[in-house]
């Protein structure tokens, strides 16, 4: 995306006055002059009204700011984009390493789950574990964390979850899951590492939504209740 820069340059100089009666403003007493780049016709209008604006693109619109001689012209528009720019990358440095953090998480909580079940895949323990590992496969295809028992049924809801839009009941919750929900916009979409993250973070928000539904298995209660309490899963 590229600004149009409207620079507005005002002067204060000579203010005289010709026997015709026209008002001019004297460039050669106004300071910086040297660095006005506007064309003839607009160092004119700048003589003549004392006030020019010129145009000039930018990529970003605080550009106009950054290394410019000129005194600028700061608008409340400008000044409000420019804050939420500066919010955005902020923000997007803050998510990055919580990526790094939640993938940490999913690895730990789906090795603590999986051990505590012994095998048994169909206890609640094991439950436990393949809400974990979908997160975890959300953030790293075929992660090797992922126990061979469990890969099959975690990597079919992490697909669905990334790549396909409409409902589907996934793993013991009954409610369905709208693929639409875990779709990332924003900057979220301009990194895949920032998608997948955030596809994790809805996948463990949206699951806890669901398990609480009166219509909630006693498995998804289980898995919920449970997610924290193996103490080495717990992301630090």
Not at 86 to 92: K, Q
């Amino acid at each position: 995306m590229r600004w149009i820069e409207i620079s507005v340059v005002t002067i204060a100089a000579s203010f005289t006055s010709g026997q015709t009666g026209a008002s001019t403003y004297d460039l050669s007493q106004v300071e910086g002059i040297g660095h006005f780049q506007g064309s003839a016709a607009a160092r004119e209008t700048l003589s003549r009204l004392g006030f020019v604006v010129v145009p000039a693109e930018l990529k970003q619109v605080f550009e106009a700011y950054v290394h410019n001689p000129l005194p600028p012209f700061v608008t409340e528009d400008s000044a409000w984009h420019t804050y939420h720019v500066i919010l955005e990358e902020g923000v997007r440095q803050l998510e990055a390493g919580q990526a790094r953090r939640l993938l940490g998480f999913s690895r730990r909580l789906t090795a603590a789950a999986w051990t505590a079940a012994g095998g048994n895949a169909a206890s609640p323990e094991a439950d436990l574990a393949r809400f974990a590992a979908v997160g975890c496969l959300l953030q790293e295809p075929g992660g090797r964390e992922v126990p061979a028992a469990l890969r099959a049924e975690a990597e079919r809801c992490a697909a669905f979850l990334r790549q396909r839009s409409g409902e589907e009941k996934l793993l013991f919750f009954e409610n369905p899951f709208r693929a639409e929900h875990f779709r990332p916009a924003g900057f979220y979409s301009s990194d895949e590492s920032l998608a997948a993250c955030f596809r994790a973070r809805q996948w463990f928000g949206t699951a806890c939504f669901v398990s609480i539904s009166t219509q909630a298995t006693p498995g998804s209660a289980h898995a919920t209740t449970s997610r924290s309490s193996p103490p080495s899963s717990r992301a630090r």
